[in-house]
């Protein structure tokens, strides 16, 4: 066991302990980083080599000086005996859609490939005032559009370290794999429609969606406005509270921050969930997507082996003290990707719009005869097909004479899927649940190129996540297990509006459960090979 | 299959109000998705709608309790400006430069 591979938490007591320093910590996650990451992302990447089939490829962009003069500061004052913040010595990564001062910070686009941000996202800026220590900046699908990170303009893109023929998923992709393999306990992913959970789920680490507003996104390359959630990655239910808890709050630079105090995340972990209810919803076991030949709608139950992690994770929480809510409507769960077709469309064309080639970032080489050809030839060259299509669809959705047929429809069924949550929360009604539990995705990883190009079943990856995203509501994956091929399989906490704490403790009290069982002792297959 | 919504013209004048410009096999590969995605949107058609339902455009209502002050309309120089417009493709004497700008001289 290295240094590298204990939590956050473990390696801030050693570090007030003395019994390590901050340096020594960073050291052992650059030598993980030199052994399974392999080269990183780039927009000329050649020919794919034998080698990068074996390979991670997180990061895009290394900052590892920037980590060692935070490493030495820290070690500086744990020497004085100064005050250390609390998540001190400890090392993360940031998908590449944050803003950091001096970096490169290029939203997995050739549009912004030559980006250096001048100022920090709030978030970062949080960990940095924090102690922790920022590694570099990693993978991501091209502006986050996409769920397998296989979209990126740099390339090779991250493998999954449980499988490296499987993709980590996306769009926090580069994030999950770091913490997944060993890079750095800790990562600052993003969650428009499961960015962050559905990662999560396939590369086996824990993943929060806060509540929209817990976290601020200042800073934040923009997608989805409305729907955007900054979030933690860990290995560990704690650390993702450590995490969480410095990265939470208000911010006067973002006026959606939510102007709340944060509670102390650490403080209840432990309550357990004795007397709380859990709910199960029959709309969470089913998928129901357009059938690409036919175009009519097919219903599948989910795969059973995910189901049945679901089911096992209500038994034990039952065996806890909590009582188990079975069938729990939530009958609008199965238009939440229809909707956000039109929603995350229309806000990223919008968002999408300043990307001209005036300001910053990318300017078509070619010569020119005016501005419009000038913007028409940068855009052209500067995004890829992700985004050209989130635009066009944008656009057409939201145009004078469409947009009451789809854009202000989408916005009347999303509050239908909101008044399905706040149904099931009601303290005074029928289920009066404190959270939902439910699969977070419909599969497990899938194969690399096995669904990118078809944009309609990739969008369908989110189904069991999305939701959250249009209530606002704050969600947690976890995992829960080990499918038949090896491949992690995720569970999703569902709560009300800022119930971050409880659904922190609920989740805390399944991994203390099972703490011992089999399944926690398998280690993905990058680390297999290295203990070989 | 189903219906085709986004035809040739349709997809054109998107294609311009985008600013973009594609080549044939981007433009094939588009355009097919585009209609993909609205079929899958059009089962938003099927959901009965009263009036009463109103548009949700933030999840998490934004209340008084929760929502910030505004802060006081202060001009608030940046640092350092120089590192702002160092970002820019093309600069002279403080100034972006664009290459000429489409315009009418008024008579």
Request: aromatic share 8%; charged share 20%; proline share 8%.
């Amino acid at each position: 066991m290295e240094l590298c591979d204990l939590s956050a938490y473990e390696l801030s007591l050693l570090l007030r302990q003395r019994r390590v320093s901050a340096v020594e910590i960073l050291e052992s996650c650059l030598r993980r980083i030199a052994q399974v990451d392999g080269r990183p992302g780039s927009l000329e990447p050649g020919e794919p080599l034998p080698e990068d089939a074996e390979r991670v490829h997180a990061f895009i962009t290394l900052t590892a000086e920037r980590a060692r003069a935070q490493a030495e500061e820290v070690d500086r004052r744990l020497a004085a005996g100064e005050p250390v913040g609390l998540l001190a010595g400890i090392p993360f990564t940031v998908k590449d859609i944050f803003c950091v001062k001096g970096t490169p910070s290029t939203a997995g686009s050739r549009i912004l490939a030559n980006f250096v941000a001048p100022y920090t996202a709030t978030p970062v800026a949080r960990m940095e005032a924090a102690g922790a220590l920022m590694l570099g900046k990693v993978n991501l699908d091209e502006f986050t559009y996409g769920s397998s990170n296989e979209s990126s303009a740099f390339r090779p893109t991250p493998r999954n370290p449980w499988n490296l023929d499987r993709v980590p998923g996306g769009s926090s992709g580069g994030s999950t794999a770091s913490v997944a393999a060993g890079e750095a306990p800790l990562s600052l992913g993003t969650d428009t429609a499961g960015s962050i959970r559905q990662p999560a789920a396939f590369c086996g680490v824990v993943g929060i969606k806060p509540t929209y507003g817990r976290v601020s996104r200042y800073g934040l390359i923009a997608f989805g406005s409305s729907l955007d959630c900054p979030g933690p990655i860990a290995r560990n239910v704690v650390d993702a509270a450590l995490m969480l808890q410095v990265i939470a709050g208000p911010d006067p630079h973002d006026s959606t921050a939510a102007n709340l105090p944060v509670p102390d995340y650490l403080a209840t972990l432990d309550e357990g969930v004795r007397g709380l209810r859990i709910g199960l919803s029959p709309d969470y076991f089913r998928i129901t997507f357009p059938d690409a030949v036919r175009g009519e709608y097919d219903q599948q139950p989910i795969p059973g082996e995910i189901e049945a992690a679901v089911r096992r994770a209500a038994d034990i929480l039952a065996d806890l003290g909590a009582e188990i809510v079975e069938g729990v409507p939530m009958p609008n769960t199965r238009y939440g990707i229809p909707a956000y077709f039109v929603i995350s469309r229309v806000e990223a064309a919008s968002n999408l719009h300043r990307y001209d080639g005036v300001k910053y970032g990318y300017r078509t080489p070619q010569p020119v005869q005016d501005l419009h050809e000038m913007y028409r030839k940068t855009r052209n060259e500067g995004f890829g097909l992700q985004p050209k299509l989130r635009i066009l669809m944008g656009m057409y959705v939201s145009a004078a004479q469409y947009s009451a047929q789809y854009y202000q429809r989408a916005l009347r069924v999303r509050t239908l899927i909101r008044r399905d949550f706040e149904q099931a929360f009601d303290p005074q009604g029928k289920y009066r649940l404190h959270a939902l539990l439910t699969p977070t995705t419909p599969t497990t990883a899938f194969r690399m190129g096995a669904i990118y190009g078809d944009s309609v079943l990739m969008q369908y990856a989110d189904q069991l996540t999305v939701p959250a995203n249009h209530a606002g509501i704050p969600g947690i994956s976890i995992p829960a297990g080990l499918d038949g091929e090896g491949l992690p399989i995720g569970i999703q906490f569902l709560g009300p509006d800022f119930s971050e704490a409880l659904l922190l403790r609920i989740a805390r009290a399944f991994e203390r459960a099972t703490e011992e069982a089999p399944w926690r002792k398998v280690k993905p297959q990058v680390l297999q090979r290295l203990a070989a | 299959m189903p219906a085709e919504t986004i035809d040739p013209a349709t997809f054109a004048h998107l294609v311009h109000l985008a600013a973009l410009e594609l080549d044939e096999a981007q433009a094939e590969y588009l355009r097919r998705e585009l209609n993909r995605q609205l079929g899958a949107i059009h089962e938003l058609e099927a959901i009965p709608l009263d009036d009463s339902v109103p548009i949700t455009s933030h999840g998490v209502p934004y209340t008084p309790e929760i929502s910030p002050p505004l802060r006081e309309d202060d001009w608030q120089p940046f640092s350092d400006a120089a590192e702002i417009l160092g970002q820019a493709p093309q600069v002279e004497e403080g100034y972006v430069v664009v290459p000429d700008i489409p315009h009418t001289t008024l008579e």
